[in-house]
């Protein structure tokens, strides 16, 4: 059998490992995992995707590596992303774009694109992510596998490094809900490591994963469908209504009216925590520091910082700074964290008449490489994701159909959002569609 | 609200932010920064008279543990991602006369 580095022709990976123990189980141990390359290791390096950490070698690892290689998981090595996890195309990577396995000439996702394209392409059978605004989510829907992002403080955060502390979210890339049930049971818990970590045990989710839900009550929000959807997209969601409605489900109409300034609030709130974490990228305790002669510390941080990020890293810190510079904050932090308030209470006005919320996870399927150069069109991207983190709710991504495009098959995601640590729920309700449907097993022709 | 920025404006954004920009980076920040807060400024239009901020999706007060060493970060670890380290310490250029 050819190693993962032959088949990776995607530029899925940044660095492969332990290649001689590489071996497919059908059991969770031995079970191959690939991480995404923002999660400290303390085999190989922690780039983030960005020449600032070139080289960087963990002296620790992240809580969940610790976890998941106790359980006795293989991990096979770390993928690209965008960079520090800003990006939904993992363009954005110091070491080049990563290809859609569906069709090259098209984007995976992001910001966990290789760790999307790693599993769609079979490269393993699973991988780590982070999501932060839909970063697992939307990749997931564009590579065609399940995508879930826990609730919160389910997971240990201890090892991620930081983006929006208060959104970012440890999740996983698997081929069946099954596999994300089993490999986030595992993960989630308390860690004294992470103060946002949640002291309560963590829910069982794998134990009567497959018992469907007797009664299930789906939300429909008017605001997921419409013209803003590809047709296709459209058509896959009535399909897997359809479906719902065929085991037994209730289909609810509801109403989320924030679902767009989600991503203006979306678009204030990350930035301005980046600017605050990235604010470490020095250039006196690791990573990048400037070569150039300075003057003073002023020029060797501004040169370090120019050199070592990147366009959209630079821009995310500059809009981040602005929005919490005096004279600003209220009108766009104190503003957004208003909106953020208003759309948890949406949420959970929501969820006393459903149980899940469903709609697309994207308003379009995977697009072409270098096609969405204005940043807001990207950032457009995450209009049915970003809600879900600013709430902290959890979230999953399920194959739910394709659309052609040139000759091509590509997928679509079908997006189910879940209450607060009401996760067990949330993946029984995506198991009963991957129970009804073959989506899941489709894969891209690299990997038949 | 007037969301278009000066050079002016994004050159000192840029130097809270310690980025050293070029003249063609700051005027393409200039663009797209522009055209991300014409979008974000539809904040505004939303009436949040009377709600209170959140920050955080948890609202977790501080959370403190017992006040006990355990396990740290030996100095050779500390210093060996460092991009100067001398003896045991962080190597940096002088820094002492500059104006920041």
């Given at each position: ?230 047709p296709a997209i459209n058509a896959a969601i009535t399909s897997a209504i359809n479906t719902y409605r065929e085991l037994g489900a209730t289909i609810i ?196 | ?100």
């Amino acid at each position: 059998m050819s190693t993962i580095q032959e088949r990776d022709t995607f530029n899925a990976f940044h660095e492969y490992w332990d290649l001689e123990n590489e071996r497919q189980s059908e059991t969770l141990q031995g079970m191959t995992l690939a991480v995404k390359d923002n999660i400290v290791t303390k085999t190989g390096t922690t780039t983030c995707g960005s020449k600032m950490l070139e080289g960087y070698k963990s002296p620790f690892n992240a809580t969940v590596i610790d976890r998941l290689e106790d359980a006795g998981v293989v991990l096979v090595g770390k993928t690209n992303c965008d960079e520090f996890a800003m990006g939904s195309s993992t363009e954005h990577c110091a070491w080049g774009p990563v290809l859609n396995p569906w069709d090259r000439t098209r984007v995976p996702g992001g910001s966990s694109g290789g760790s999307a394209a790693a599993v769609a392409a079979r490269l393993c059978q699973g991988a780590l992510g982070s999501d932060t605004g839909g970063s697992i989510r939307q990749p997931a829907a564009f590579c065609g596998v399940v995508g879930y992002k826990p609730t919160y403080g389910l997971v240990s955060r201890y090892g991620l490094v930081a983006f929006a502390s208060s959104l970012d979210q440890i999740g996983t890339f698997t081929t069946t809900v099954q596999d994300a049930a089993n490999l986030v049971e595992i993960m989630a818990g308390f860690d004294e490591l992470d103060s946002t970590c949640r002291e309560e045990p963590a829910p069982a989710l794998s134990k009567n994963l497959h018992d469907s839900i007797e009664g299930l009550r789906i939300g429909i929000p008017s605001q997921y469908t419409g013209s803003q959807n590809d047709p296709a997209i459209n058509a896959a969601i009535t399909s897997a209504i359809n479906t719902y409605r065929e085991l037994g489900a209730t289909i609810i109409e509801i109403d989320l009216p924030l679902t767009e300034v989600g991503i203006s609030t979306y678009y204030v709130l990350a930035p301005a925590e980046c600017s605050s974490n990235l604010a470490r990228y020095d250039g006196i305790r690791y990573g990048h520091r400037t070569d150039k002669p300075c003057k003073d510390l002023f020029e060797l941080y501004s040169n370090t910082r120019a050199e070592g990020f990147g366009t959209e890293v630079k821009r995310r810190i500059m809009l981040g700074t602005y929005v919490l510079s005096s004279g600003y904050y209220d009108a766009y932090y104190n503003n957004a964290l208003k909106t953020r308030r208003l759309i948890c209470q949406e949420y959970h006005i929501a969820f006393e008449q459903c149980d899940v919320i469903l709609g697309p996870t994207t308003p379009s399927v995977a697009f072409k490489i270098g096609e969405k150069a204005d940043p807001l069109s990207m950032y457009l991207c995450d209009i049915y994701t970003a809600n879900t983190n600013i709430a902290g709710i959890c979230g999953i991504s399920i194959p739910c159909g394709f659309s052609e495009a040139e000759g091509k098959q590509l997928p679509i995601g079908l997006h189910l959002q879940g209450s607060w640590y009401d996760d067990a729920r949330l993946l029984r309700a995506a198991q009963m569609f991957q129970t009804a449907t073959d989506f899941h097993t489709k894969v891209p022709e690299c990997a038949q | 609200m007037n969301t278009s920025l000066t050079t002016e404006e994004v050159r000192h954004i840029a130097k809270l932010s310690r980025l050293a920009l070029t003249d063609g980076e700051i005027e393409k920040a200039k663009e797209d920064l522009s055209t991300i807060f014409e979008h974000i400024s539809r904040l505004s239009e939303l009436d949040t008279n009377g709600v209170e901020p959140l920050d955080h999706p948890t609202e977790l007060q501080n959370r403190t543990r017992d006040d006990t060493v355990g396990e740290v970060l030996s100095q050779k670890q500390v210093l060996a991602n460092a991009p100067a380290a001398k003896d045991v310490y962080f190597d940096v250029p002088k820094v002492l006369g500059g104006d920041t």
